[in-house]
């Protein structure tokens, strides 16, 4: 594959990926949102059960925790479609310079900025994060000797 | 009118067993709970560690797998967790509707016998130590 050819190539549709990043990103940037959304509801629903207060709890996982979860596979699904749309833009390009994907992709790649890797604490507050690594990721003692243990007693 | 702490202690010692069943459901009812968010909370952090290696497809995947099946159990958990309010509350109702009192006047003596209950605020409404010693007595 000719270099010269294949950026003007992708010159030719430079509007289109452009377009296609610009989404992208926007899309990254709501999935960010609800991840954090559904991960704060996660902490303050394990709050509510440390206090005991059971319908709160329950309010919680039918509000909050719901809808976050439905913004987030609606985003998710947004990203599938954009993975296709990205996939169309090589594939032409791939027709147009008689070439295979493999070697379109890291050029078409170069040109977007939501292909750069970036850390993940990008999507998720550090804070949050290590308050939900500490109250809900961190191994619990197990709840039945325990229950024993108070059983015991009466 | 409040209610008598004797009479209260009586009316729950009846019911002592469904109470019993009740607090055993609840702890084990908050465990699932407690296991469904990490599980959900696990596979948000792969979500968020695929977005950033820009592994857009595995993201969209886990949003079908884990975050899904995390997400079903969480809300099976809390249902349960929901139905074992219903059923306290219809225990604390039988023992209102006996004692002639309100709801609320014999809900905290409901509560000072589940140990799924505790931790307890810090201004216990009733004296639970010494309610469940004098249960204990009797």
């Known amino acids: 594959m000719d270099p010269s050819t294949a950026s003007d190539a992708i010159a030719a549709v430079r509007d289109q990926i452009d377009d296609l990043d610009e989404d992208?990103?926007?899309?990254?940037?709501?999935?960010?949102?609800?991840?954090?959304?559904?991960?704060?509801?996660?902490?303050?629903?394990?709050?509510?059960?440390?206090?005991?207060?059971?319908?709160?709890?329950?309010?919680?996982?039918?509000?909050?925790?719901?809808?976050?979860?439905?913004?987030?596979?609606?985003?998710?699904?947004?990203?599938?479609?954009?993975?296709?749309?990205?996939?169309?833009?090589?594939?032409?390009?791939?027709?147009?310079?008689?070439?295979?994907?493999?070697?379109?992709?890291?050029?078409?790649?170069?040109?977007?900025?939501?292909?750069?890797?970036?850390?993940p604490a990008m999507y998720m507050d550090p804070g949050e994060h290590a308050l939900i690594q500490q109250r809900i990721l961190a191994p619990k003692p197990p709840a039945l000797p325990w229950l024993a243990l108070v059983r015991t007693e009466d | 009118m409040p209610v008598d702490p004797k009479a209260a202690a009586d009316a729950v010692a009846a019911?002592?067993?469904?109470?019993?069943?009740?607090?055993?459901?609840?702890?084990?009812?908050?465990?699932?709970?407690?296991?469904?968010?990490?599980?959900?909370?696990?596979?948000?952090?792969?979500?968020?560690?695929?977005?950033?290696?820009?592994?857009?497809?595995?993201?969209?995947?886990?949003?079908y797998g884990s975050v899904s099946a995390g997400f079903i159990f969480l809300q099976r958990t809390l249902g349960e967790l929901n139905s074992l309010e219903t059923r306290k509350a219809v225990i604390v109702q039988e023992l209102a509707r006996k004692l002639h009192c309100a709801y609320e006047d014999v809900a905290p003596y409901v509560d000072a016998v589940m140990q799924s209950m505790l931790p307890r605020p810090a201004q216990a409404p009733i004296d639970a130590v010494g309610f469940r010693a004098n249960r204990k007595k009797d």
């Open chain 2, 15 to 63: 019911v002592m067993a469904e109470i019993d069943e009740l607090d055993q459901d609840a702890m084990h009812g908050c465990s699932g709970v407690s296991q469904a968010l990490g599980e959900l909370s696990k596979a948000l952090e792969h979500v968020d560690n695929s977005l950033a290696e820009r592994l857009f497809q595995q993201a969209a995947d886990l949003g």
């Open chain 1, 24 to 119: 992208t990103m926007n899309c990254l940037s709501g999935i960010h949102g609800s991840v954090r959304q559904i991960t704060k509801a996660l902490v303050d629903l394990d709050l509510h059960l440390d206090e005991r207060q059971f319908q709160q709890a329950s309010d919680l996982g039918a509000g909050v925790v719901v809808s976050g979860f439905i913004a987030l596979q609606r985003l998710l699904g947004e990203l599938t479609s954009l993975g296709c749309r990205k996939t169309l833009i090589v594939e032409d390009l791939t027709k147009k310079l008689m070439c295979n994907p493999e070697e379109i992709l890291p050029l078409v790649d170069a040109l977007l900025a939501s292909a750069e890797p970036s850390p």
